[in-house]
């Protein structure tokens, strides 16, 4: 079964740090660029981050310098951490996969807030 999953969101005061996870399964991992999306409620969704296959990165200009993305081949996973948050951060984050097909997780939210 082709599946997305992420987790590792929650509630964080700002400034503070969050690590999101996303399992694929049914996929050759290796094979497909990973991203992360965002949702706010009442905005369109928006990229966040990239990595490529080779693990060339790169990054929304609004989480540069914040937020790094990483992949682990051996264990189908995608990161995100997420350092010095903001409210403006408060979204729900999609996994994305993209190559032979695009495929998308369920999202998992991240809401900042003191």
């Known amino acids: 079964q082709v599946q997305l999953a992420e987790s590792g969101g929650g509630l964080v005061q700002p400034g503070g740090s969050l690590r999101l996870s996303c399992v694929a399964s049914?996929?050759?991992?290796?094979?497909?660029?990973m991203a992360w999306y965002r949702q706010a409620p009442g905005k369109q969704r928006e990229f966040v981050a990239r990595?490529?296959?080779?693990?060339?990165?790169n990054y929304a200009e609004s989480v540069k310098g914040r937020f790094t993305i990483s992949r682990d081949n051996a264990k189908n996973t995608l990161y995100l951490q997420m350092n010095s948050l903001k409210p403006e951060d408060t979204a729900v984050y999609y996994c994305?996969?993209?190559?032979?097909?695009?495929?998308w997780g369920q999202g998992t939210q991240v809401t900042v807030s003191s």
């Open positions: 049914g996929i050759i991992f290796l094979s497909y660029n």
């Open positions: 994305n996969a993209s190559g032979l097909r695009d495929l």
């Open positions: 990595i490529s296959a080779f693990g060339t990165a």
